[in-house]
Nanobody
Framework: QVQLVESGGGLVQPGGSLTLSCVAS????????AAWYRQTPGKEREWVAG???????NYLDSVEGRFTMSRDDVKHTVYLQMVSLKPEDTAVYYC?????????????WGQGTQVTVSS
């Protein structure tokens, strides 16, 4: 069974920084595409950043220049480095990945990690 586990969330002051990690575990061949989403109460889950296998990351306009997504395929981990955080970045952040396992590509979600930006 493949699992995605996020970590790195927390409370930070406006202007601060956090780096989220998402580790894939279990029996699988490789991570194909990966993405970070976020969600606040009462709102739909929002795509924040995405990266393909060997491609360049893409970002939501409101985080462009402040967030950096990367991946380490040896460690089966994707990251979201967040700087210059704003109160409106407060949300539960979810990792999403399409993963090759048993010759099939399947979509997985992590459990989410809370990011709170507040003074």
């Amino acid at each position: 069974q493949v699992q995605l586990v996020e970590s790195g969330g927390g409370l930070v002051q406006p202007g601060g920084s956090l780096t989220l990690s998402c580790v894939a575990s279990g029996t699988f061949t490789a991570i194909n595409t990966a993405a970070w989403y976020r969600q606040t109460p009462g709102k739909e889950r929002e795509w924040v950043a995405g990266i393909s296998n060997g491609g360049m990351p893409n970002y939501l306009d409101s985080v462009e220049g402040r967030f950096t997504m990367s991946r380490d395929d040896v460690k089966h981990t994707v990251y979201l480095q967040m700087v210059s955080l704003k109160p409106e970045d407060t949300a539960v952040y979810y990792c999403n990945a399409d993963i090759w396992a048993n010759h099939r590509l399947k979509d997985y979600w992590g459990q989410g990690t809370q990011v709170t930006v507040s003074s």
